[in-house]
């Protein structure tokens, strides 16, 4: 069983930076993509930023573009979500995941992903 485990949340003031990671328990596992997710409260969960290893291609929300950068390495099944810019909307708790399998065009959809993390809170606040 894959676990995947996320760290780096954290509180940070608007305008500040933070560095999500996202790290599987097993080098065994081939992932084909690996994403970020948030959920707000009383929101649903949303997509945020992805990675598609053929390729490295990456993909993001409008609402993150230009802000958050993803990246990662396929050969050690481990992701990073930088962000920076941070807004009081950006407050969540941001989850990790991965997929087996990948049709490209459902990069954004949850129903993509088969391994999750229990997610990491990011509140921005002054």
């Known amino acids: 069983q894959v676990q995947l485990v996320e760290s780096g949340g954290g509180l940070v003031q608007p305008g500040g930076s933070l560095r999500l990671s996202c790290a599987a328990s097993?080098?065994?596992?081939?992932?084909?993509?690996m994403a970020w997710f948030r959920q707000a409260p009383g929101e649903e969960r949303e997509f945020v930023a992805a990675?598609?290893?053929?390729?490295?291609?990456?993909y993001y929300v409008d609402s993150v573009k230009g802000r958050f950068h993803i990246s990662g390495d396929d050969a050690k099944n481990t992701v990073d979500l930088q962000m920076n810019s941070l807004k009081p909307e950006d407050t969540a708790l941001y989850f990790c995941?991965?997929?087996?399998?990948?049709?490209?065009?459902?990069?954004?959809?949850?129903?993509?992903?088969?391994?999750w993390g229990q997610g990491t809170q990011v509140t921005v606040s002054s």
């Open positions: 097993s080098r065994a596992f081939n992932s084909a993509a």
């Open positions: 995941a991965a997929a087996s399998a990948l049709i490209l065009s459902e990069f954004g959809s949850q129903s993509t992903y088969n391994y």
């Open positions: 990675i598609v290893w053929n390729g490295y291609r990456t």
